[in-house]
Nanobody
Framework: QLKLVESGGGLVRPGGSLRLSCATSGFTLDGYTIGWFRQAPGKEREGILCITSSDRSTLYADSLQGRFTISRDNAKNMVSLQVNNLKPEDTAVYYC????????????????WGQGSQVTVSS
C-alpha cells in the first residue's frame, strides 16, 4: 500500500517554530511531487507548498512567504516542512500528499496522502 507518514506536529507558542516530516511508505520518493496542505477547523483543506522531483518548490499563499519552507531528501525518502514564527491562525491539521506529475495546489490531484499531523499554536 502506498502511503505517507507524517510526524513533527504538536503544541507551539506564537512565534515558535517546528519541522514537519513526511516519509514515504511502500514507494520511493524519487520521481514524485510532494504537496503540503492544511485544514483549519471549519475550513476546507488548502494547498500551501509543493516541491517537485527536480527540487523546484512553489508557495501557494503569499502570506506564508518567509515563514514556510520545504525541502526534500530522496536518499531518506523524506520531505520536510519548516515553519517559523508561527501564528495562531496557522493552527490546523497539516497533510502531505504525493503525485507523479508536477505541482498542483488542488486536493483532488493527489492520489497518495498522509494521515495528517495536528499543529496548534497557542500561548
Amino acid at each position: 500500500q502506498l502511503k505517507l507518514v507524517e510526524s513533527g506536529g504538536g503544541l507551539v507558542r506564537p512565534g515558535g517554530s517546528l519541522r514537519l516530516s513526511c516519509a514515504t511508505s511502500g514507494f520511493t520518493l524519487d520521481g514524485y511531487t510532494i504537496g503540503w496542505f492544511r485544514q483549519a477547523p471549519g475550513k476546507e483543506r488548502e494547498g500551501i507548498l509543493c516541491i517537485t522531483s527536480s527540487d523546484r518548490s512553489t508557495l501557494y499563499a503569499d502570506s506564508l512567504q518567509g515563514r514556510f519552507t520545504i525541502s526534500r531528501d530522496n536518499a531518506k525518502n523524506m520531505v520536510s516542512l519548516q515553519v517559523n514564527n508561527l501564528k495562531p491562525e496557522d493552527t490546523a491539521v497539516y497533510y502531505c500528499a504525493a503525485r507523479s506529475a508536477g505541482c498542483s495546489r488542488y486536493v483532488v490531484m493527489y492520489p497518495i496522502w498522509g494521515q495528517g499531523s495536528q499543529v496548534t499554536v497557542s500561548s
